[in-house]
């Protein structure tokens, strides 16, 4: 990876600090000292008044027997780790990034204006098949971290989507359950956006 390219990543991820802590920061002034809900209640109440069709629905995503990043591209990315219930001590899961986009001779990325995207779960039983998009004018990254879930820690992949028509960042969460993992659209940026200095 590129300095260039992480620099980018941590421009984006502090601008998008900024915008979702701005966006708090406006929610916050509204209050008044009479509101002393519990916050549960009022989470409740704020989801109840957003129309249903303004809902993101979560997206689950199951286990495929074929990648569908192709063997052409370019892994720019790769983590080890457990995540899944087809992980184990000699077989860990690898989480791959992958982009169309080629390399040069000295090793250097040739970007087009457009380039496919794919990030997935590889396991000895298949691949879960997470994100897989030609993105405009854009750099796409992962990250995989730790929260708690009903008492239990789990791991969390969270991939930030930087386009030029659109910015989006995504969770996806391995259910034991059903053997698939959640898909949970978490932030995005206007569709009707009508500037950006980028």
């Known amino acids: 990876m590129t300095e260039e390219r992480l620099e980018l990543k941590k421009v984006f991820a502090l601008v998008l600090m ?14 008044t000292d009479t509101e002393t809900k519990p916050i549960e209640s009022a989470t409740e109440e ?12 979560k997206i ?4 495929s027997k074929e990648l569908e990043m192709k063997s052409s591209w370019t892994i720019l990315d790769e983590y080890s780790t457990q995540i899944t219930k087809h992980g184990t001590d000699d077989d860990e899961d690898r989480i791959m990034l992958a982009t169309s986009a080629a390399k040069d001779k ?14 997935a779960v590889l ?12 993105v405009q004018l854009g750099d796409v990254f992962f990250e995989v971290s730790t929260a708690r879930e009903n008492g239990v820690s789990k791991e969390i992949i969270t991939l930030y989507v930087f386009a030029e028509s659109e910015n989006k960042i995504y969770n ?27």
Do not use: H
Request: proline share 1%.
């Open 123 to 134: 396991t000895k039983d298949g691949a879960y098949n997470l994100f897989s998009q030609r």
């Open 172 to 198: 996806f969460t391995y259910n034991e359950q059903e053997d698939a993992f959640v898909r949970e659209e978490v932030f995005s940026t206007s569709k009707d956006k009508i500037y950006s200095s980028r």
């Open 18 to 31: 900024l915008a979702l802590a701005l966006a708090g920061c406006g929610k916050a002034s509204d209050k």
């Open 46 to 57: 704020k989801d109840e008044k957003i129309p249903e069709e303004q809902k993101e629905d």
């Open 60 to 63: 689950t995503i199951g286990l």
């Open 106 to 119: 000295s090793g250097e990325m040739l970007w087009d204006d457009s380039n496919e995207w794919a990030l």
